[in-house]
């Protein structure tokens, strides 16, 4: 029977069963290889691995720390192909050239490789780091590599000291201290510029010289273990700084664009505490509602909205408080953004196959109570969640969707069959992210009818009120605004609006019937109630709740 490379490593001994095991969950909540969570954890090194590997595949393997191939050798490649593909011919053995590679999916370029060059080629696998500076030493860097050497930015080991590490340490370090969520960098034909998004709304904080776009790029690039030798195509990739008491989680994303790449940087503060559902910014009523949805036994709950609306943070917060040891919770996430003691989380890998459906189907067989689906994308994962919950699960999942009512449409539009919907929903929680203004220089102001009536109020029901607008100051930057609360848009599936979901009703009759049996409660309600308590203003609720509005048109 074919052995993996865990069991290679253990019947080798140079690895004991618990560290396997230690490993390999490591790796399913990093979403690593198996390789990587070994080498990270400090249990065994590269080239032990490469070699188990190598058993593993039946491939051969090479040692490039020792000589350098033959010049003749490293012509039949071409430089650029070697490079970008992370491959070198080693050896020719009968009439077959023999490239070393350091993972076996590379294996695929073998085809390739042979119609280029004419002839047969053979794979042998050598360890990453000693292939990486086999290939520098053989063809030099590259161009983008070069500009990097010359700022200082040689490999991964370079001097702290070095002008383009500390542009980049102090980036992070103005982006934490100004309580970034993301770094964009952006080039142009003049300039490469930062910006940070704090509290929901991006601004300009550095301009670059271009010439520092190539260097910063590949710094960044080296941290997120990505190809620098590939500008063409997308990537992602992860950096995890070690900030003094401050771990921080960085998720790195790369765009090629006409100027070159364009980078976003989202940034995870794992020092924070989670937050709690008191603190999301609930009314005592829909506090209430939400609290009576997450301690039912089963059924299906619903939260939606666009990226950035702070639904993960809602579902963690559930997950938190529903978080006892007689519960068994599991959660399907892409990614796994934070880690909850006494709570199983699996992050989703598509590479390998392992999407939300799969999981989910998987799951069902841990016996949990609790189970979380990070997003319904598809009629698979819709139909499998809606079994969970028929099947006395209680399950958590997000929609993309602009409002309450439209979550059930969506789930009936993807394949889903009404009666599932219908028999599975108890409820759906829309909600945005409005920016809290700042205590520190907010100037109170009695509200015009004009502007009551935009918040959907009655002046002959709440007087003249006075409220809060935002004016600027030192703590919030000359913003108005420091931090962010949520607007929240409650639906509860009463029996009438499930007999209508199991008919296909259309989106405007369930709204209309929703708002008619009070069991839906519009985000503009909830702002108008945030803005009279003095949390928020006019314009901001105006700006999330409006827009919405004018997206159901």
Same mark, same amino acid.
């Given at each position: 029977?074919?052995?993996?490379?865990?069991?290679?490593?253990?019947?080798?001994?140079?690895?004991?069963?618990? $560290?396997?095991?230690?490993?390999?969950?490591? $790796?399913?909540?990093?979403?690593?290889?198996?390789?990587?969570?070994?080498?990270? &954890?400090?249990?065994?090194?590269?080239?032990?691995?490469?070699?188990? $590997?190598?058993?593993?595949?039946?491939?051969?393997?090479?040692?490039?720390?020792?000589?350098?191939?033959?010049?003749?050798?490293?012509?039949?490649?071409?430089?650029?192909?070697?490079?970008?593909?992370?491959?070198?011919?080693?050896?020719?053995?009968?009439?077959?050239?023999?490239?070393?590679?350091?993972?076996?999916?590379?294996?695929?370029?073998?085809? $390739?490789?042979?119609?280029?060059?004419?002839?047969?080629?053979?794979?042998?696998?050598?360890?990453?780091?000693?292939?990486? @500076?086999?290939?520098?030493?053989?063809?030099?860097?590259?161009?983008?590599?070069?500009?990097?050497?010359?700022?200082?930015?040689?490999?991964?080991?370079?001097? /702290?000291?070095?002008?383009?590490?500390? *542009?980049?340490?102090?980036?992070?370090?103005?982006?934490?201290?100004?309580?970034?969520?993301?770094?964009?960098?952006?080039?142009?034909?003049?300039?490469?510029?930062?910006?940070?998004?704090? /509290?929901?709304?991006?601004?300009?904080?550095?301009?670059?010289?271009?010439?520092?776009?190539?260097?910063?790029?590949?710094?960044?690039?080296?941290?997120?273990?990505?190809?620098?030798?590939?500008?063409?195509?997308?990537? #992602?990739?992860?950096?995890?700084?070690?900030?003094?008491?401050?771990?921080? /989680?960085?998720?790195?994303?790369?765009?090629?664009?006409?100027?070159?790449?364009?980078?976003?940087?989202?940034?995870?503060?794992?020092?924070?505490? &989670?937050?709690?559902?008191?603190?999301?910014?609930?009314?005592?009523?829909?506090?209430?509602?939400?609290?009576?949805?997450?301690?039912?036994?089963?059924?299906?709950?619903?939260?939606?909205?666009?990226?950035? =609306? @702070?639904?993960?943070?809602?579902?963690?917060?559930?997950? =938190?408080?529903?978080?006892?040891?007689?519960?068994?919770?599991?959660?399907?996430?892409?990614?796994?953004?934070?880690?909850?003691?006494?709570?199983?989380?699996?992050?989703?890998?598509?590479?390998?196959?392992?999407?939300?459906?799969?999981?989910?189907?998987?799951?069902?067989?841990?016996?949990?109570?609790?189970?979380?689906? @990070?997003?319904?994308?598809?009629?698979?994962?819709?139909?499998?969640?809606?079994?969970?919950?028929?099947?006395?699960?209680?399950?958590?999942?997000?929609?993309?969707?602009?409002?309450?009512?439209?979550?059930?449409?969506?789930?009936?539009?993807?394949?889903?069959?009404?009666? *599932?919907?219908?028999?599975?929903?108890? @409820?759906?929680?829309?909600?945005?992210?409005?920016?809290?203004?700042?205590?520190?220089?907010?100037?109170? %102001?009695?509200?015009?009818?004009?502007?009551?009536?935009?918040?959907?109020? #009655?002046?002959?029901?709440?007087?003249?009120?006075?409220?809060?607008?935002?004016?600027?100051?030192?703590?919030?930057?000359?913003?108005? %605004?420091?931090?962010?609360?949520?607007?929240?848009?409650?639906?509860?599936?009463?029996?009438?609006?499930?007999?209508?979901?199991?008919?296909?009703?259309?989106?405007?009759?369930?709204?209309?019937?929703?708002?008619?049996?009070?069991? *839906?409660?519009?985000?503009?309600?909830?702002?108008?109630?945030?803005?009279?308590?003095?949390?928020?203003?006019?314009?901001?609720?105006?700006?999330?709740?409006?827009?919405?509005? /004018?997206?159901?048109?």
């Amino acid at each position: 029977m074919t052995q993996n490379l865990g069991e290679v490593l253990v019947a080798q001994g140079a690895l004991t069963p618990e $560290q396997l095991r230690e490993a390999l969950a490591f $790796q399913r909540n990093g979403g690593i290889r198996l390789s990587d969570a070994l080498v990270k &954890l400090g249990f065994t090194d590269e080239v032990s691995v490469s070699r188990a $590997q190598a058993k593993v595949e039946g491939l051969p393997f090479v040692d490039l720390s020792k000589g350098k191939p033959p010049d003749k050798l490293l012509a039949r490649v071409p430089a650029d192909f070697a490079r970008q593909q992370g491959l070198l011919p080693v050896a020719e053995k009968n009439g077959r050239l023999v490239v070393a590679v350091d993972d076996p999916m590379k294996r695929i370029l073998v085809d $390739q490789l042979s119609f280029m060059i004419g002839g047969e080629v053979a794979c042998a696998l050598a360890a990453p780091s000693a292939l990486k @500076g086999a290939l520098e030493r053989c063809y030099g860097p590259t161009a983008e590599e070069a500009v990097a050497q010359k700022m200082g930015v040689a490999d991964a080991t370079e001097s /702290d000291d070095a002008p383009i590490v500390r *542009l980049v340490r102090r980036m992070f370090d103005d982006a934490l201290n100004a309580r970034a969520s993301d770094i964009h960098v952006e080039p142009s034909q003049s300039r490469v510029r930062v910006r940070f998004r704090v /509290d929901g709304m991006l601004r300009d904080v550095a301009e670059h010289p271009p010439h520092l776009h190539a260097p910063l790029v590949s710094r960044l690039k080296i941290m997120a273990s990505m190809d620098i030798a590939e500008k063409r195509k997308p990537q #992602d990739g992860r950096i995890e700084l070690a900030l003094p008491g401050r771990p921080i /989680d960085v998720r790195v994303s790369i765009l090629p664009t006409n100027h070159g790449e364009t980078m976003v940087m989202r940034l995870l503060d794992r020092s924070k505490s &989670l937050i709690g559902l008191q603190e999301l910014g609930f009314g005592d009523e829909d506090y209430a509602r939400f609290k009576k949805w997450i301690q039912r036994p089963n059924g299906l709950v619903l939260v939606t909205g666009p990226t950035g =609306s @702070g639904k993960t943070t809602t579902l963690y917060a559930a997950l =938190s408080e529903l978080n006892r040891p007689d519960v068994k919770i599991l959660t399907a996430e892409d990614p796994v953004e934070y880690h909850i003691r006494g709570i199983n989380q699996v992050q989703v890998h598509p590479k390998i196959g392992l999407n939300f459906a799969r999981i989910l189907k998987a799951m069902l067989r841990a016996a949990p109570n609790i189970i979380l689906v @990070g997003e319904i994308r598809d009629v698979e994962t819709a139909e499998i969640a809606i079994q969970a919950s028929l099947t006395g699960h209680l399950v958590f999942s997000t929609l993309h969707t602009n409002d309450a009512p439209s979550a059930i449409t969506r789930m009936v539009d993807m394949g889903v069959k009404p009666f *599932l919907v219908a028999g599975s929903v108890h @409820g759906v929680m829309a909600q945005r992210l409005v920016r809290k203004v700042c205590k520190e220089c907010a100037e109170s %102001y009695t509200a015009t009818p004009a502007e009551l009536a935009t918040l959907g109020l #009655d002046p002959a029901l709440v007087g003249m009120p006075t409220v809060k607008r935002a004016r600027g100051c030192r703590t919030c930057e000359g913003s108005g %605004y420091r931090g962010r609360l949520g607007l929240f848009e409650l639906m509860e599936m009463n029996e009438e609006l499930k007999e209508l979901a199991f008919r296909g009703a259309s989106l405007d009759e369930l709204r209309a019937r929703a708002l008619a049996n009070r069991c *839906l409660r519009p985000l503009l309600v909830d702002g108008a109630r945030k803005v009279l308590l003095g949390q928020t203003t006019t314009a901001e609720v105006l700006r999330v709740a409006r827009a919405a509005d /004018d997206q159901k048109d």
